[in-house]
Antibody, heavy 124, light 105 residues
């Protein structure tokens, strides 16, 4: 059974960088060709996909976040990470990491395993 | 960007009822829609993928249908544990979610 666990500071100051790590257990991050995603959800709002990364390091992100997002992967630790720069109060949310699985054509993408989420508050 | 709009935003029902939640896409997204259930303080849980395929382990009372721009999630014979918030999600382009439907007793 695959399990994911987010870790990182629960507080970030405006204009600084938010950094989170997701540790995957129950399976190798390098096997299966899965994408590994970050998704966030402000209180009372819909989830928002942030971006994803393959074990090869190839990544993609939501254009709405422009170039503030950097994703990285450490296969030796079975972890992947999120860095988000220049944060504001609008970035306050619960941040989830999730496994992204794809259908045969690659267009169908769904999130079948999720971490429990970690609340990040942006405040001075 | 593809907008996903769910209706209703909230719904009251009773144990044993059948309920239907609708999700409309701002453009044709074929069948690239998934449905999730989220309970307070937990992560979303995948119910339906590809508009109509039941995720492994999900009870048979959940079903999905639709294609193009209109999709539905149906729950037959509501159980106490089904009272939660439900989200649709499209993957035709950059993944995005509907605003959610809160199902209340």
């Amino acid at each position: 059974q695959v399990q994911l666990q987010e870790s990182g500071p629960g507080l970030a100051k405006p204009s600084q960088t938010l950094s989170l790590t997701c540790t995957v257990s129950g399976g190798s991050i390098s096997r299966g060709g899965y994408y590994w995603s970050w998704i966030r959800q402000p209180a009372g709002k819909r989830p928002e996909w942030i971006g994803h990364i393959l074990s090869s390091g190839s990544s993609g992100h939501n254009p709405s976040l422009r170039s503030r997002v950097t994703l990285s992967v450490d296969t030796s630790k079975n972890q992947f990470s999120l860095n988000m720069t220049s944060v504001t109060a609008a970035d306050t949310a619960v941040y989830f990491c999730a496994r992204e699985k794809r259908g045969l054509t690659g267009t169908l993408r769904y999130f079948d395993y999720w971490g429990q989420g970690t609340l990040v508050t942006v405040s001075s | 960007d593809i907008q996903m709009t769910q209706s209703p935003s909230s719904l009251s029902a009773s144990v044993g009822d059948r309920v239907t939640i609708t999700c409309r896409a701002s453009q044709n997204i074929r069948n690239y829609v998934n449905w999730y259930q989220q309970k307070l303080g937990t992560a979303p849980n995948l119910l339906i993928l590809g508009a109509s395929s039941l995720q492994s382990g999900v009870p048979l009372r959940f079903s999905g249908s639709g294609s193009g721009t209109e999709f539905t999630l149906t729950i037959n014979s509501l159980q106490p544990e089904d009272f939660a918030t439900y989200y649709c999600q499209q993957s035709y382009s950059t993944p995005s979610f509907g605003q959610g439907t809160r199902l209340e007793i």
